[in-house]
């Protein structure tokens, strides 16, 4: 398991983000996320990826989409 990077804070995206994905025992996708969340989905995409980046989330590319979750 790859340790998180601390963070001072989210950005309310960031919140709406972790707040579906934990309530989600499923992987999301982009268009899921950013849809549960009500945020644009570049919006989503970018802070996905912030949160990828910093070990928060996990992905997996799946086709034409990728899909998201929180590890246990």
């Known amino acids: 398991m790859t ?3 601390r963070r001072a804070n ?11 994905l934990y309530k989600h025992p499923v992987s999301l996708s982009t268009s899921e996320v950013a849809d549960k ?11 996905l990826e912030d949160l990828w980046e910093d070990h928060y ?11 998201w979750w929180i590890e246990d």
């Not at 989905?41 to 970018?46: F, P, V």
């Open 3 to 5: 340790e998180r990077r």
């Open 10 to 20: 989210f950005d309310i995206y960031e919140e709406k983000i972790l707040e579906v």
């Open 37 to 47: 969340a009500d945020i644009a989905w570049e919006t989503a995409k970018d802070r």
């Open 57 to 67: 989330i996990e992905r997996e590319d799946k086709g034409n989409s990728i899909e």
